[in-house]
């Protein structure tokens, strides 16, 4: 069992930085790959980016590359999401989630989500 709490959305200008965290319950948060979700208005659900359980591997969407790092903190149970050189289209509401595999993360769905949070990026 995984429970996920995420922080750190707002409004920002296009261009500016955001840096969203979620909270994992837990001992247990090593034993899950990790990743971000976002869902924007009238559109299908998105892969961000995922993170391995050990840490070691990234996977990001084409769309972030280069702007979105995401990170993990296990001594303290925290999943991280830098983002830089913000867009417009990057508005959404971003999804903490934690699953088996961080290499399929994009097309299986994983087991664990958060509440999501949202994120508004001003032209």
């Known amino acids: 069992q995984v429970q996920l709490v995420e922080s750190g959305g707002g409004l920002v200008q296009a261009g500016g930085s955001l840096r969203l965290s979620c909270a994992a319950s837990?001992?247990?948060?090593?034993?899950?790959?990790m990743g971000w979700f976002r869902q924007a208005p009238g559109k299908e659900r998105e892969f961000v980016a995922a993170?391995?359980?050990?840490?070691?591997?990234?996977y990001y969407a084409d769309s972030v590359k280069g702007r979105f790092t995401i990170s993990r903190d296990s001594a303290k149970n925290s999943l991280y999401l830098q983002m830089n050189s913000l867009k417009p289209e990057d508005t959404a509401v971003y999804y903490c989630?934690?699953?088996?595999?961080?290499?399929?993360?994009?097309?299986?769905?994983?087991?664990?989500w958060g509440q999501g949070t949202q994120v508004t990026v001003s032209s």
């Open positions: 989630t934690a699953g088996r595999l961080a290499r399929t993360m994009g097309t299986i769905p994983p087991e664990y």
């Open positions: 993170l391995s359980r050990t840490g070691g591997v990234t």
């Open positions: 837990g001992r247990t948060f090593s034993n899950y790959a």
